[in-house]
């Protein structure tokens, strides 16, 4: 069964930074394109970041995040990152990980909320 | 402002036929594919329709999408209360920087 499951959210100052992780199993890791989606409270869901399969060779972020967050992998430990830094008020949401280029499993997701 | 625009609301009574729309530009829906998802409130998003109208495996075929030029469209026959969620269209942005677009979301209320 797929399983993707994301730690590291929570409570963080503006301008401070966070690490997400996102933990997949049930499937070929390496094989798949991972993504990032937010869903600000009460609002829909946003695209933010993507990263290519095997070599991570390719990598795209939306405007709102672009020079701020940093997406990575570990296809040895099946392991997904988004790295966030100098985080703002509009950055709370609840953050999913998905797989494939399409999406077709989700995470849980981990709340981030950043609030002084 | 979502970049696809989606009725905020629809709404139908159980057995009933629904469908929601899910507009957008030739950047986007009028150069690739579509696709739905579907979020029952305090849960995570689920695929639904892929590629403009296939079904990922366990979709029921109430379950239907398609796409007609820069448009496309999320049909639920024989509506059921279970269906009562929020859903959402997406598309690949063609445009530059503009890459994975959602749509706003629209709320399925069934009566």
């Known amino acids: 069964e797929v399983q993707l499951v994301e730690s590291g959210g929570g409570l963080v100052q503006p301008g401070g930074s966070l690490r997400l992780s996102c933990a997949a199993s049930g499937f070929t890791f390496s094989n798949y394109h991972m993504n990032w989606v937010r869903q600000a409270p009460g609002k829909g869901l946003e695209w933010v970041s993507f990263i290519s399969s095997s070599s991570s060779s390719t990598i795209y972020y939306a405007d709102s995040v672009k020079g701020r967050f940093t997406i990575s992998r570990d296809n040895a430990k099946n392991l997904l990152f988004l790295q966030m830094d100098s985080l703002r008020d509009e950055d709370t949401a609840v953050y999913y990980c998905?797989?494939?280029?399409?999406?077709?499993?989700w995470g849980q997701g981990t709340l981030v909320t950043v609030s002084s | 402002q979502s970049v696809l625009t989606q009725p905020p609301s629809a709404s139908g009574t159980p057995g009933q036929r629904v469908t929601i729309s899910c507009s957008g530009s030739s950047s986007n829906i009028g150069s690739n594919t579509v696709n739905w998802y579907q979020q029952v409130p305090g849960t995570a998003p689920k695929l639904l329709i892929y590629?403009?109208?296939q079904r990922p495996s366990g979709v029921p075929d109430r379950f239907s999408g398609s796409k007609s030029g820069t448009s496309a469209s999320l049909a639920i026959s024989g509506l059921q209360s279970e269906d009562e969620a929020d859903y959402y269209c997406?598309?690949?942005?063609?445009?530059?920087?503009?890459?994975?677009?959602f749509g706003g979301g629209t709320k399925l209320t069934v009566l």
């Open positions: 998905a797989n494939g280029g399409s999406f077709g499993k």
């Open positions: 997406a598309a690949w942005g063609d445009s530059l920087n503009t890459y994975w677009v």
């Open positions: 590629s403009n109208n």
